[in-house]
């Protein structure tokens, strides 16, 4: 709506007082950002760690405060916590193990969650949760795109969906659509080039409330792409997010193998199934002659899929044509189908829809009826 300001929204957050210290959320200065799109309103709000048990309360307070404002169509608060590298952070840490999580989040009407993860940043993870999750919409799936790499969200750029995505009537954000997609992520919601230095509390607040904020409406299957790595966020998030099965990506260095190890060493020990691995940058095939080379040692991630005992899913090659067209939004599994590096991304589609229904199946089934407890 013109007209609603910053300090609108600043003064209806000094009614929010916090529960246990003395005064509001802003005189204590804990509101550290605040983010106006037309009626959709976005806060960061600084807690710290030990506070953590007390805050989920408090950002809500602080979201319906907001939302009570005229024009307001939705409000996405998020938490931040502040400490020093390599501290360990004073709310309770992850844990391992099969253990009962708290919270799952509900999105009623999902029929399987399949994050796509890697051990490190750079391997093509992004590219290749993108066209998973349409050639799983070319296979006739109902599909959704959870954008979780809050660090660097790319998946605007690479679906080509653009703008601010609308409120429903039901203070839900209605999600970006693609290609037949429906697509959410922070990127929609804040400045590109805005640095974000988020925190553990921050990234599964973030993330939860994508999940459950957002109306995803029927899919067969969620595709989320995963912030790299096997920190304290994705490992969090493994065990927060009802995920059906994990696809890890790799280059097949040596060295992005090890990460690749430690994904599948995470998601086995919070008993997340693994579908299988991808490698991507697989070996190079020359436009012009069609000769083949294999810059890096090809075939790695096969070798390391064979001693993990999890399925190998597919090969990417590396290719020119997979960047260029996914940096024009225009992802290559529906923009040149006929291509063998499309192809490739519909066999990885179509290996991803028959596992999950394998597991549907009963077999491996870790969650009784739609994932979500
Ligand atoms: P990540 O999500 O792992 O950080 P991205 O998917 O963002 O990685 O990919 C990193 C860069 O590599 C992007 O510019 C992307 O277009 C490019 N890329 C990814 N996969 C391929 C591929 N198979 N061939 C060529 N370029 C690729």
């Known amino acids: 709506m013109a007209g609603l300001t910053k300090e609108h929204v600043l003064r209806a957050l000094g009614s929010v007082r ?3 210290r003395d005064g509001d959320v802003v005189s204590l200065g804990m509101i550290t950002g605040v983010v106006i799109k037309g009626g959709n309103v976005g806060l960061s709000i600084e807690i710290d760690p030990s506070e953590a048990p007390v805050s989920e309360p ?5 979201e319906q405060a907001v939302k009570n404002l005229a024009g307001v169509t939705s409000v996405t608060a998020v938490l931040t916590a502040e400490r020093a590298p390599g501290d360990r952070p004073a709310a309770p840490p992850p844990t391992l193990g099969r253990q009962e999580t708290p919270a799952r989040p509900a999105v009623p009407g999902v029929g399987a969650i399949v994050a796509v993860a890697s051990g490190k940043g750079g391997v093509g993870k992004s590219t290749t949760a993108v ?3 349409m050639g799983l ?6 599909v959704g795109l959870l954008d979780a790499d809050i660090y660097g969200p790319s998946l605007p750029r690479m679906t080509g969906a653009a703008g601010r995505p609308n409120a429903t009537s039901g203070q839900k954000l209605r999600p970006m659509e693609s290609y037949g997609v429906k697509i959410m992520s922070m990127g929609f919601l804040v400045e590109e080039d805005t640095p974000m230095i988020w925190r553990g509390p921050m990234v599964q607040s973030a993330i939860q409330q994508m999940l459950s904020d957002v109306e995803w409406g029927e899919l067969d299957v969620m595709v989320v792409d995963l912030p790299p790595g096997t920190g304290d966020a994705q490992l969090t998030m493994a065990q ?3 995920l059906t099965g994990a696809v890890i990506v790799s280059t097949p260095q040596d ?12 998601f086995r020990k919070v008993d997340v199934p693994i579908l299988g691995i991808v490698e991507n940058m697989s070996y190079y095939c020359c436009p012009k002659c069609g000769h083949r080379a294999e810059i890096f040692a090809h075939g790695g991630a096969r070798l390391c899929a064979e001693r993990y005992g999890v399925d190998f899913l597919a090969e990417i090659p590396l290719d020119a044509e997979i960047r260029e067209l ?3 939004g225009r992802p290559i599994v529906l923009a040149r189908p006929e291509s063998p590096q499309a192809q490739a991304y519909l066999r990885l589609a179509m290996s991803v829809r028959d596992k999950l229904a394998e597991l549907a199946g009963g077999k491996a089934r ?5 994932v979500w407890a």
């Open 18 to 20: 916090h529960p246990t």
């Open 58 to 62: 408090l950002r809500r307070a602080c």
């Open 131 to 133: 066209n998973l999750a």
């Open 137 to 142: 919409a070319a296979l006739g799936q109902r």
């Open 240 to 242: 927060r997010v009802p």
């Open 255 to 266: 060295i992005a193998l090890l990460d690749a190890r430690k994904a599948i060493n995470m």
């Open 326 to 328: 996914s940096d024009a």
């Open 366 to 370: 870790r969650f009784p009826r739609i």
